[in-house]
């Protein structure tokens, strides 16, 4: 989640004022005199920021459709949760054949659980074991409404999809 590296930009002295794109991809910095230290922030959090030229930066923030601040960066993750809770209830509906009440009410747990999770820690750790924690819990929620309407192997499905395994990637 980028929400913690805005909220440490903008504890910054003097405070940076950063927006970040719908793709979460690109971001304005005000002022524009700082990008070296973002540039130095998003490193520290393990991320590769690169200035645009200005020519590239025009085009790009044309291309944008929506640009996020801090105060409401919780839109883009509850966006970016919505958007894999569909694929997610695909994937199932697909494997398992799921009717489209089922589906729906699949959709409508997901969403719900994420919301959950989403708002059950603040932004600004975003990170770490208490978002784990959060998400685990949103996951054992949707599992446990689901076994009201899915049959025994549909369920099985579902905490296939659901399950995740941990794979650290070496340099």
Not at 40 to 64: N, R
Not at 137 to 161: F, M, S
């Amino acid at each position: 989640m980028i929400a913690p590296v805005l909220v440490r930009m903008e504890k910054m002295k003097p405070p940076v004022r950063i927006e970040v794109d719908h793709s979460g991809t690109l971001m304005r910095v005000t002022p524009g005199s700082d990008s070296e230290r973002v540039k130095a922030e998003l490193s520290s959090a393990g991320l590769d920021g690169e200035e645009l030229a200005p020519d590239a930066a025009v085009k790009a923030v044309a291309g944008a459709t929506s640009w996020y601040a801090r105060a409401n960066i919780r839109e883009l993750s509850r966006e970016e949760f919505r958007t894999l809770a569909r694929r997610w209830a695909a994937q199932v509906v697909e494997n398992a054949h799921l009717t489209s009440e089922q589906e729906s009410r699949l959709v409508a747990s997901l969403d719900g659980a994420m919301d959950e999770a989403l708002a059950s820690i603040p932004l600004e750790r975003g990170e770490g074991q208490q978002w784990a924690d959060a998400k685990l819990k949103a996951r054992n929620r949707v599992l446990e409404e689901a076994a009201v309407y899915l049959q025994p192997a549909q369920l099985a499905e579902l905490r296939e999809t659901l399950a995740w395994a941990v794979v650290k990637v070496l340099p």
